[in-house]
Structure formats: C-alpha cells, structure tokens
C-alpha cells in the first residue's frame, strides 16, 4: 500500500529524514521514535504535504503530493492541537465529509457515524474551542475516518486520553484493521504502541533504524542478552542446573533468596528446557517474567547501538 | 465542490464579530466623507464625491482585500489549519478558487457599502442618480479582484503576509502614483483612478492630492487600465492557482 524508497527530506540545513526505504501493509503499524526523530516528517510525506528532497513515495503505486485520488483512500489525523475553533464538533466533521465529495445527506449520515465511532455522540455540538484535550483527539479520528479510508495515518492519536479512552480508541484501531484497512500509529510512548501491534518502524534522528515484526526484532539484537526473572524458593539448585545449559550466560541470584536472574542468547530454547529441568529436578517455579522483552528495551538497545 | 468551499469560506469571513468592525468602517468612510465634503465646500459635488472615492473607498477597498486575502491561506497555515484542507480530495486549486472567490465577493461587499456611504454623505440622495454609478461599482469589482490576487500571491509566497500587504495598501499605493517619472504604472490604483469616470487632475500640492495620488501627471487612458487591469485579474489569479497546486503549504513543528 506504502512504499518509500530512499527516501530523503532535508529542511534547509536540517535533515527531517534521511534514506529511508521500506514498505506498510495492511494492519497495525506503529511508527516509532523519539520527539524530533522524523515521524512526523515522515507522515506527512505519506500524506502528501510534503514531496521528499530525494526518493520517492508511493501510495497505492501514486505519488501522494496534492493528489485528490490518494486522498480519497487515506485518512490522516494530524498531531497538532488546532481546528477552526468557532466551529462544533458536528460541523467541523460534516465538513470534513463534505470536502470528500459526498451530497449533503451523506455526509450528515457519514459524520454521524464517525462521531459515533468516536463515542462523541453527545458532545459533539458543543464548540471545539471548549473541548478538552481528549475530546479534541478524539474529533481529529472522527474527521480521518469519516470517508472511510482505506488507510489510516494517526500522529500520536494517544496524546491527552485518559486510560478509558486510551482503550476504546484502541479497540477502534483493532476493529479498523480486521476489517483490512491499513492503520499507522505513531507515538514515542512504547508500552501503548506494545499493546495495538507488533509490527513496527523504528525511526531515530531522521533514519531508519528496523522495521519488521517486534519479537524478530527482538531476537536479531543479539549484542544483549535476553534476561528472564523465575520466582522459586530454591534459586541456587536451580541456577547451578541452568548454568550446564551453553546458552545460559549467567545466573544471578536474587536478594531475597526467592528469585534467579538469567541472562541467555537463545531465549526460545531456554523456555523449551526449563519445563524439562524443572519438572526432573523437582523445582517449584511461582513466577515467571523476561523484563527486557518489551518495546522500551528494544527501542533502547536499537538506539544505544 | 467550488460551490461549497465558496459557501463555506464565506459564512467563515462573514463571523458577526467581523461583520460588526467592517459595518465600523462603512460608518467611518460615511463620517470622514462628510467631513471631507464640508471642508471642500469649493468644489463641486462631483468633484468632491471623485476625491473621496479615490482617496477613501479605494482605499477600503484595498484595506478589506488585504485582510481577507490573508485569511484565504496565511491564516491557515499560521494556525496550522490548513492540514485539514489539503489532505482532502479536493483539487488544491478548486481549494483556492472558491476560497479567493469568497475573499473577493466579502472584499467587493465592503467596498460596495463604503461607495454608497461616501456618495451619499457628499451628494445626497443625488448620488443614486449619478451617471457614473455603474462604473464606479465595476472599477471597486475589478480592483478587489485584483488586489485579492495580488495579496493571496504574497500571502502565497511570504510568511506573515499582512503587514506587507497594509504596507503595500497605504504605503506602495499611495507614494508610487505620485513619484515622478514612469513609477506609476506599477501601482494598482493607478490604473483603477484612470478606469474610474471621476478623474482627479493634480490641483496642487496638497494632503489631499497626495492621498488621491493627483500629483503625478494622468497618463494612463481608460481602455488601457481596463485592458491592465483585467490582465492582472487574470494573471495574478492564475498563478496563485499554480502556485498552491504546486508548493508545500504544512505547518511545521518547532522539532523538525
């Protein structure tokens, strides 16, 4: 659906994004990184706003810039915080529909829906300049989505939600991708992303820095070690067992005498043996956790190397 | 879909707080044309109405071009607005089209209510049976026009438009008519005095003949300025047409 290849924008003397080359399907993606490192860049040249200074950006095989037929499949909801303020919610999202074609009647019923979608229904004729932050997010999503699109570009949609709709409007993401549609979310706040897809593009300072599954991710940073927390009341037995396996590269046993910390390379054949081990030697395990296996410590590993 | 962004960009310009300060300056040009016709008691009616609408309607006219080309676009973008209008399917100069358009006819409004403000503070009821009326009005339709394309141009082209366009409005406008040499073809109002029926000869060297632009020597005839100025119409709204179709227009983050 997106294909960006050796994709260059410059700013003057500043480098937005620089070399980017990679491809989004349908589903949840998540555009990763921190402030400044290119996400926004790289939306809106997704989105058309911008052309790139070299490379090229394809949408359903279009060059996106003011191009009204890319325009009809995508839906974006940007990461600014402004609208037309003297307008409601209601209008600002019937004129959203309008400017994409539809008659009058349609675009009632289109906006209605959207706003519906938003669970803004009862709100929604009160004026944006009194919205709070989440209510605004969530007009920007109704506005993005209220023709429909094929593809979906959210600028840290999460930004300003309290955690009840931080879940509905993930649940609407998770509904817009098993219907097919493309959703790209970008965010710096790793565990929410975590929690909507595990596809991933992780952008730092202008450049790409992986994209693909996370748990592949995951198992390509083979610099650190995988480490695993087992809660069990006989962490020195169980250490000396694992520290026979070659793909155990340490055992660290916990201050309170209750907890072993493990480091390993091969995680999947480590979580293969321990089942074995455990049940032969007669080790009762209460608790099982790998800490680093989440997006904040491949982000950070991604980033350190 | 010109239609609705026409439509839609018009109930936006035309906000009642907006609506209120432009009714404020109708009933300012009403006032100073009063006062202007009682200063000029020795001239004719007709002469004091040519001086008033060159030296005050005019120049509503250019005022109220100015500000509400800035809105078609600088404002937008100033507000980041714009983000929602050109990821729309809508072609960019269908966008601009109706946008200008809107700015044009609100411009055109003004301008038409300050002419009939200032006709009738200085002849009266006299004024609606003047033989001029119609081209008066034409001149105040072709110079918003022009003058809309001009400032969405800058507005297109400069960041914080509007203070070059005042700056053009009542500086540029009113010095180049009047310098010496042939520095007066690259004014607007040059061609829209010599358009207008009521032609200001330079009477002498005072405020007024500054402000109307009467002290250069009127050289430019009628069907030439209409001839100017509808190529400026053209070309000027033609190339902002381009030029939005062509260029970026996203607000930017402080972090990029």
Redesign the interface.
Known sequence: MIVLDSVSRWYGQVIGVNDITCEIGPGVTALLGQNGAGKSTLMRLVTGQLRPTTGSVKVFGLDPFANPEVYKRIGYCPDIDSFPEHLSGREFVYRMSRLCGYQESEAKKRSEEAIDVVGMSDRADKSLKGYSKGMRQRIKLAQAIVHDPDILLLDEPLNGLDPVGRRQFMDVLAGLAAKGKSVIVSSHVLFEVEKMTRSLILVHRGRLLASGDFGTIRALIDRHPHRIRIETDSPRLLAAHLMCLPFVLSAQIGLNEASLEVQTREPDKFYDELPRLTLDEGIAITGLESPDNNLESVFQYLVER | ?TR??FS?TLR?LL?PQRLIAWLAVVGMVFVISKVWAVLAADLTGADSFGRVYQAVVLRVVALASAVFATMVLSQEVE???I??????????RTLMFGRMLAAAVVSFGVGFLSLFAAGFAVLGLGFFSSPSLIVDVLVLAVGVMAYIGFFVFLSLTISRSLIISLLFAFGWETFVPNMPGDMFYVSILTYLRSAAPEAVMAAGPSLGDVITGALAPKSVSAGLSWVILSLLVVGLWTLCLWWF?RF??????E??
């Open positions: 879909m609705f962004v839609t936006d906000r507000q980041q607005t983000v929602y209008l050109i990821t729309r399917p809508v072609p960019r179709s970026e227009y996203s607000p930017r983050e972090g990029e």
